[in-house]
């Protein structure tokens, strides 16, 4: 008879102990292939419990294939593999906590404490009290439709680029998208990224498939001469603030490129990173506002003009392309939650993003006058070169020293300084990328600047 202690079951109901317990006997050859169970009634009697309770044990384990019946005879153990000895959690994998930096000025981040947290609660409330039967119903393939419209105002009113909600496609963040545009070029595309650039759009692309060539920049962008040799069916690149460069691709070249795509059947794949934090005049107008022969994919985010962890990020397709998605890639469902594109839309549409945008551009643009004039006070002020064009979020630094990138961020690391240099982005080995910090001042709060500047005298000394 089957005999086991119902006083030690923890939290476990009655019904679920039993059942593990008898299942246990099955996997270690305790209860033999073809015995029968005692019945139902019989062992509720022995172990002081109800019927429903064994009832309830046995209908599992006959559900899972550890038992099963026999008309009017009762329940069999059923042939099942015996287990093996209980995998112990491995002892050596250690658990990486991220480090703790005095000063990170190579992270990418903004000021979370500037964002109207309080607008952005009311609109919640006001979502989940006015559209909840929408909230848990399927959304569009590509993206909320009040959605889309709010962005298709914003690219009209603030960046000159007209286009349909239907052109829009919604996702959760650049690197979705980056997939999603793998997928549309297909693997045999030979695709041109810039060199300097940001390294995941490359990392990307190579793990869906597509094959892609570094080619270097000029003083205006990407090199034409470069592409045309290249052989590349495709490019994608950032002409309205490259990171890290800062480069702005001027009209005359935008041209070309788009010249080049009408010549060759070209797609080119505009990443509007953080262009709309321009602190002089007004955001450079997208590529794809020029573009009369559809041959430019627009690409952005709200990552750096509300947060990292907003993971909406949006495509701007044309004909031909939006037809292709359609065709190809319309089984996908849109990978942002409902209750985040409501929130967002009435962000956009109400006028509470730009109202945000402008005080981000003030302040970003205080923030960065007031780096900059530290640094240019600083005591290795005369050591230093910097690069910058009014906008965005980072800025070059070169430093005049003959030791290796390698050997500075050892000893700012030792001080508790994370630092990114433009070597860190490029596929080259030139001595003229080399000795470049890539400066990312957004976390940089003027109270903290007599420390990072002092960090930086003590790592910068020869």
């Known amino acids: 008879m089957l005999t086991y202690s119902m006083e030690d079951r923890g939290g476990l109901t009655l019904y679920e102990y039993l059942y593990r317990c008898i299942r246990g006997d099955i996997l270690s050859g305790a ?3 073809g015995e029968r169970l005692p019945s139902k009634r019989t062992l509720a009697e022995h172990l002081g419990v109800s019927v429903i309770t064994v009832e309830g044990a046995y209908q599992q384990l006959e559900a899972e294939g550890y038992v099963h019946t026999r008309p009017r005879s009762g329940f069999f153990v059923a042939r099942v593999e015996r287990s093996l000895p209980a995998r112990q959690p491995p002892t050596d994998i250690q658990f990486r906590p991220e480090p703790e930096w005095k000063l990170d000025l190579k992270t990418n981040r903004v ?55 239907e052109q829009i496609v919604i996702g959760a963040g650049a690197e979705y998208l980056y997939l999603l545009l793998a997928q549309l070029l297909g693997r045999n595309t030979v695709l041109a990224v810039e060199d300097p650039g940001y390294p995941k759009i490359r990392q990307v692309y190579e793990k869906s498939g597509v094959r892609c060539i570094s080619l270097p920049l000029d003083g205006e962008g990407m090199n034409l001469d470069a592409l045309r040799a290249s052989g590349a069916s495709a490019v994608h690149l950032s002409p309205s603030h490259q990171y890290p460069t800062g480069l702005v691709t001027p009209i005359r070249r935008r041209q070309e490129l788009l010249r080049w795509a009408e010549e060759t059947g070209g797609v080119i794949i505009e990443d509007d990173y953080d262009s709309e934090l321009r602190f002089t005049g007004r955001p450079i107008p997208p590529l794809q506002s020029i573009d009369g022969g559809g041959r430019v994919a627009y690409l952005n985010t709200f990552s750096q003009t509300i947060a990292p962890s907003m993971r909406v990020g949006f495509l701007v397709l044309p004909s031909r392309l939006l ?52 640094f240019r006070r600083s005591a290795f002020a005369k050591r230093v070169h910097i690069a910058e064009q009014g906008a965005g979020l980072h800025f070059l630094m070169r430093l005049d020293t003959a030791h290796s990138d390698g050997e500075i961020d050892a000893k700012a690391r030792e001080k508790g300084v994370r630092l990114g240099f433009l070597s860190q982005y490029t596929r080259r080995r030139e001595e003229a990328l080399s000795h470049t910090l890539v400066v990312n001042y957004a976390g940089l709060e003027e109270d903290r600047l007599p420390e990072a500047v002092e960090l930086l005298t003590e790592i910068f000394a020869e």
Request: proline letters at 5%; hydrophobic letters at 40%; one cysteine or more.
């Open 31 to 33: 209860l033999a292939v």
């Open 111 to 165: 000021d979370a404490a500037r964002f109207p947290l309080s607008t952005w609660a009311r609109l919640t409330r006001q979502v989940l009290a006015e559209e909840g039967p929408a909230l848990l119903s399927p959304l569009p393939h590509q993206g909320l439709p009040s959605l889309r419209r709010a962005i298709c105002g914003d690219l009209r009113d603030y960046r000159g680029l007209s286009a349909s909600s």
């Open 323 to 374: 037809e292709q998605y359609r065709r190809e890639l319309d089984f996908y469902a849109c990978t942002v939650p409902a209750t985040e594109q409501f929130v967002l839309s009435r962000f956009l549409e109400y006028g509470y993003y730009e109202q945000h945008l402008a005080r981000m551009r003030t302040e970003y643009r205080l923030r960065r006058a007031a780096v900059l004039e530290a």
